[in-house]
Structure formats: C-alpha cells, structure tokens
C-alpha cells in the first residue's frame, strides 16, 4: 500500500532511554530506526515524540520509597506501572536517538511532562482526561490516517494506537517497526486489544 498525503508516520519515543545502553532499554530497540527511516520516504507527514518527564516524577520507582521499578502502585487515576528513571526531560536518555534521520519531520510532541501524570499515549495522558493537542493538531491539518512506530509496542505504541482509534482516526501499527518490553505478558495482551478495535497490523514491507 501507499500512504496517502492524509497520513501521518508517527514516530513514538525512539530515544536514548529506550534502547540498549538506555535507562529503561527495550530489547533490540535501536533495530527500528533503519526500518523508520526507510519508511519515512513514503510519507508526506511524519510526527515524533518524545517521553520526556520532570525529575522525581510519579512514575518513577525512585519517587515512592520502598517501591521497585516494575512493580505497581494506586495513584489518583489508577494502576501505575512504576519505572527506572528515564527519560528526564534535557538529558541525554530524552535526546532522540542519533541515527533516527527524519529532517522532514513536521512535530516533536512532548509528552509526559506532568510530574504527577504519566502519558503513555501521545494523545492523552493517563488520568484519561488531559490532551496533548495532538488530535487537534492532526485533524486540523486534515490527516485521516495514522501509521505508529516505535518503542514500545506494548506501551506507547499501543495506547497511542488505541487512543488514535478511538479519535477516529483510521490507525496501522508498522510491527517491524516497533519491539517491545514485554513485561507478563503485556505484548500479547496489547495485540489482542489493539486488534479487538480495529488497529490494523501489517509489516514495513507492506508499504511502498
Ligand atoms: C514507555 C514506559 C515508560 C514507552 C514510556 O515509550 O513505551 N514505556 N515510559
Ligand atoms: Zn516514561
């Protein structure tokens, strides 16, 4: 298939935090930026973000004593997953990865940045409230379609993915251009639910 000009290519939280050497590495994680450049010829709009959150911020281990990265914990809008630190907003794990090559990209979205709210999704944070504006950006340029890459499948990527179907966006997730944590399960559990409403999964190779 060929994207047409109504579609984004968005680009979900490939920095420095997330891949090997990184604070919080996802598996194999530097193996999508080759395939994301690539695929970036056959789009008109490409959109990044960036997880990029305050010191000490609430879902951090390190801000709730005695709590461990990857355990839970109750916070006003729900379970919290809690993490090493990373991506603190200036450092070098925020910074984008330096071999992601995407000078046309439109917009680097920051999200995250609410020392008591984390955001997972690029459109919404997760007390399920707050906006990022990024719905209102995209449907105010006309784009209809989303393409989601990036890290991590099972997090950003797929609440990003459910949030832009539920926006009423028409949503793919580009599988070989993602990898994932894969914590319980937690890849799994998001496929079945991305593809329970209707976000469509389909190869690099796909698209021309
Ligand atoms: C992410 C965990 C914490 C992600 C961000 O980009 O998937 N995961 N913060
Ligand atoms: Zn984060």
């Known amino acids: 298939m060929k994207p047409a000009?109504?579609?984004v290519l968005l680009v979900v939280d490939v920095q420095n935090g997330f891949v090997e050497g990184g604070a919080l590495p996802v598996k194999?994680?530097?193996d999508v930026v080759p395939v994301i450049n690539e695929l970036s010829r056959a789009f008109d709009n490409i959109v990044l973000t960036q997880d990029w959150h305050t010191p000490a911020h609430a879902s951090f281990a390190s801000s709730h004593p005695g709590k461990k990265a990857f355990e839970?914990?109750?916070l006003p809008y729900g379970t919290q997953m809690l993490w090493p630190d990373h991506c603190v907003q200036g450092t070098d794990g925020a910074a984008?990865?330096?071999d992601l090559k995407l000078p046309g990209a439109q917009l680097i979205l920051r999200k995250g940045y609410h020392r008591n709210v984390d955001s997972?999704?690029?459109?919404?944070?997760a007390d399920h409230k707050?906006?990022?504006g990024l719905a209102a950006y995209l449907k105010e340029r006309g784009i209809k379609t989303v393409f989601v890459t990036g890290l991590a499948t099972d997090f950003?990527?797929?609440w990003t993915a459910l949030d832009a179907h539920e926006l009423g966006f028409e949503v793919y997730v580009i599988e070989d251009a993602t990898r994932a944590i894969d914590l319980n399960g937690s890849l799994a559990a998001a496929w079945k639910q991305m593809s329970a409403k209707g976000v469509k999964r389909i190869q690099s190779a796909d698209i021309e």
């Open 72 to 74: 839970t914990i109750e």
């Open 120 to 125: 997972y999704s690029a459109f919404q944070e």
């Open 5 to 7: 000009c109504n579609s």
């Open 28 to 30: 194999h994680g530097a």
């Open 156 to 158: 950003c990527v797929a």
């Open 96 to 98: 984008l990865h330096k």
């Open 130 to 132: 707050t906006s990022t």
